[in-house]
């Protein structure tokens, strides 16, 4: 396997791949780092005086960072409608099923929200998409399906009403691919269920040039992650560090051999642009 280059070189550049197919995430990484290292190197500055002019980025190693989006992954919309019944729960696993669906079918899950159905979400971005179409979740978005159920659990004591339901029926609405962990916890709980694969991820064909050269690749999900495995293997190149977005970006990463060594505590540019910086700062005092 040939190795992969290094771009930390003289010049102090740090390159950064986020596996997203929009700039929006890269580019706004660029700059909360950029904020953040000069904010930080002026703190530097200030407490150390002089001995801090010859180094233009106290912060670490790096002089520069550069951040660049190249997707692993694309997606296509499945043959999918929404059921019939009437769910008491509707449940979105992620933001991008809301792009798949047409205009009649945001006007039933708005007429469900009017006639009672309640919502939950993993993700503040789902929640901000169902927002969008005028629909509120029952409580606040969940970081990943696992706290989605304690969530929900503690919801169904609460609520006697459930307990009347001859059974509660609940939608699952996401991708083809989504782990099983929600539908399987909802299930416990008495509820009827029925999913529906709204899109499907898969891996494209090659491995872009920019993630040949990566000090740092941040993974947006799992299914990116096991691309990412997947096409560097073909490609032979060894795969740079990864930053996931998420525990259950980290865990995918992982078990498809993946050295994961941060994972964003939100899916926001603020939270992984300090990440990288964290990282960049323990690098350079080893």
């Known amino acids: 396997m040939t190795e992969r280059k290094t771009s930390k070189n003289g010049a102090g550049v740090m390159r950064i791949v986020v596996t997203q197919k929009r700039k929006q995430l890269a580019q706004e990484i660029a700059v909360c780092l950029q904020q953040n290292s000069a904010r930080v190197g002026e703190t530097a500055r200030s407490r150390t005086g002089s001995r801090a002019e010859s180094s233009p980025c106290p912060v670490g190693a790096v002089e520069n960072f550069s951040v660049v989006a190249a997707p692993l992954t694309d997606y296509k919309k499945e043959n999918f409608q929404l059921p019939a019944t009437f769910p008491d729960w509707v449940f979105f696993t992620s933001a991008r099923s809301f792009e798949y669906l047409d205009?009649?079918?945001?006007?039933?899950?708005?007429?469900?929200?009017?006639?009672?159905?309640?919502?939950?979400?993993?993700?503040?971005?789902?929640?901000?998409?169902?927002?969008?179409?005028?629909?509120t979740c029952a409580f606040t978005p969940a970081a990943n399906a696992r706290a989605l159920l304690g969530v929900l659990s503690e919801q169904l004591v609460a609520d006697t009403g459930i307990a009347a339901q001859n059974p509660p029926c609940a939608w699952i609405l996401g991708s083809k691919q989504a782990k099983p962990t929600l539908l399987a916890g909802v299930q416990k709980f008495g509820m009827k269920v029925e999913k529906v694969a709204i899109y499907s991820p898969y891996s494209l064909?090659?491995?872009?040039?920019?993630?040949?050269?990566?000090?740092?690749?941040v993974v947006t999900a799992g299914s990116a992650a096991v691309a990412y495995a997947q096409l560097t293997a073909v490609a032979r190149v060894r795969p740079a560090p990864i930053i996931a977005l998420g525990e259950q970006s980290a865990q995918d990463a992982q078990r498809a051999g993946l050295e994961v060594i941060g994972v964003a505590a939100r899916p926001t540019a603020a939270d992984i642009a300090k990440l990288i910086l964290k990282i960049d700062l323990e690098n350079s005092r080893k």
């Open 103 to 135: 205009k009649a079918q945001i006007a039933q899950l708005q007429s469900l929200a009017a006639r009672g159905s309640r919502y939950g979400v993993v993700g503040e971005k789902t929640a901000a998409a169902l927002q969008n179409i005028g629909i």
């Open 205 to 217: 064909p090659c491995l872009a040039e920019n993630f040949y050269d990566a000090d740092i690749v």
